[in-house]
Nanobody, 122 residues
Framework: EVQLVESGGGLVQAGGSLRLSCAAS????????IGWFRQAPGKEREGVSC????????YYSDSVVGRFAISSDNAENTVYLQMNSLNPEDTAVYYC???????????????WGQGTQVTVSS
């Protein structure tokens, strides 16, 4: 069974940092891209960052480039999202997902975690 489990969310003040983790199991980790998406109340789910199966290819949305960094530990089947310089607009539920290509196209991702809440106070 494919499983993706997010952790690391929480409440942080503006300007602070958090590191999210996505632990994957039930499939060959090296064969897939892993992406991070987020959904704020009343808004569409949007792609934030993604890393390819080799770790050499990454994607960042314009809203997070330069502030967020994605990495993977293939030995642990885990992808991390380091989030720095957080602002209230980053408040959302963050999801990781298994994908077939690097990017932010939701249709390219077929399995999703349950999400972790990130709240940034001003």
């Amino acid at each position: 069974e494919v499983q993706l489990v997010e952790s690391g969310g929480g409440l942080v003040q503006a300007g602070g940092s958090l590191r999210l983790s996505c632990a994957a199991s039930g499939f060959t980790f090296d064969d897939y891209a892993i992406g991070w998406f987020r959904q704020a109340p009343g808004k569409e789910r949007e792609g934030v960052s993604c890393i390819g199966n080799s770790g050499a290819t990454t994607y960042y949305s314009d809203s997070v480039v330069g502030r967020f960094a994605i990495s993977s530990d293939n030995a642990e089947n885990t992808v991390y999202l380091q989030m720095n310089s957080l602002n209230p607009e980053d408040t959302a539920v963050y999801y990781c997902a298994r994908g077939f290509s690097v990017g932010a196209i939701r249709e390219a991702f077929d399995s999703w975690g349950q999400g972790t809440q990130v709240t940034v106070s001003s």
